[in-house]
């Protein structure tokens, strides 16, 4: 149910595709597929299943031209319902960090290991002062539980952890030289996600479609951001958003707007504010990806 193109409150019905689906709009992307259009004003609101009952929250479309192609996409209500709860008590929604770069365990990997499981994280890296350092996680180790569940894939891990509050102390399963161990790790509070709530992430998505925060250490880590990179690194990109449709991505670093550099955060937010204050119908972006950088003009939606 929603309000496509304004014209007032509809209703369209299809059936449940997948599940978990990955539209790579963030790291946390675990959506529902479904085949009910879902048009422009239709995100956020309510699926229902056939009982009645509220099974996710509209979210996007796969869209190459603007219009649906029977592909739609739902936040389900169990990942909604605990994030609406955070917001409701804390006004804000904190997800823990471990502080690793990790991979996936293909054939080759777990070859060349000595690793027989199935599954698992490859730990790559060890973020420096991170809480997988103090709890003595190292390169090559593969996790292969969190918190007493299994880990299946790096994707799930990086689930798992997100849902432990800051502080919380967790049970980390590895595969460590043919040994499994058990590590006590404090959950960390991951260094993005307050400075990105900063971000006015719901107005810059609603206007330009991407969220913005700071280039801190484990962003860097996590996109491969060389430590003299300045500007303000894109968190996020809304799939069916101008900024999706210019090609920008999660990892790409905002540089210059306009014909000015950009040297953090704050510098973009208010170059965008003033952008949009003024009228412009597109704003000129210069970004850095891969040690390149192009000139992208993005229209306000």
Do not use: Y
């Not at 823990?96 to 698992?120: N, S, Y």
């Not at 799930?156 to 102390?169: E, F, H, M």
């Not at 307050?194 to 250490?217: I, Q, W």
């Amino acid at each position: 149910i929603g309000n496509p193109f304004g014209l007032g409150g509809s209703a369209t019905t299809g059936i449940v595709s997948a599940r978990g689906r990955d539209i790579r709009s963030g790291p946390f992307d675990d959506f529902l597929q479904i085949d009910a259009p879902i048009n422009r004003g239709n995100s956020g609101g309510p699926l229902f299943d056939l009982n009645g009952r509220v099974i996710g929250i509209n979210t996007a479309i796969f869209s190459p031209n603007g219009g649906n192609v029977g592909i739609g996409f739902a936040i389900p209500s169990k990942l909604a319902e605990s994030v609406i709860e955070e917001l409701r008590t804390n006004g804000r929604v904190e997800r823990g960090w471990l502080g690793v770069t990790i991979q996936p365990v293909d054939e080759a990997l777990a070859e060349a290991l000595g690793f027989d499981g199935k599954g698992g994280a490859l730990v790559a890296s060890v973020v420096p002062g991170s809480p997988a350092e103090r709890a003595g996680l190292q390169p090559g180790d593969v996790i292969i539980g969190f918190a007493g569940t299994e880990v299946t894939s790096p994707k799930s891990l990086t689930r798992q952890a997100a849902t432990v509050k800051p502080g919380t102390d967790t049970e980390i399963e590895v595969w460590r030289d043919g040994e499994h161990e058990t590590l006590d790790v404090a959950m960390g509070r991951s260094p993005s996600d307050p400075v990105a709530a900063r971000a006015d992430t719901h107005e810059k998505k609603a206007r330009l479609g991407f969220a913005l925060a700071e280039l801190t250490p484990a962003g860097r880590e996590r996109f491969r951001i060389g430590d003299a990179m300045k500007g303000a690194l894109i968190v996020q990109v809304d799939p069916g958003g101008p900024a999706a449709a210019k090609g920008l991505r999660p990892g790409d670093v905002i540089v210059g707007i306009g014909q000015r550099p950009v040297d953090d955060l704050d510098a973009a937010r208010r170059a965008i504010e003033t952008a949009r204050e003024d009228g412009h119908g597109t704003i000129l972006l210069r970004v850095a990806r891969g040690g390149d950088s192009t000139f992208v003009a993005v229209p306000f939606a």
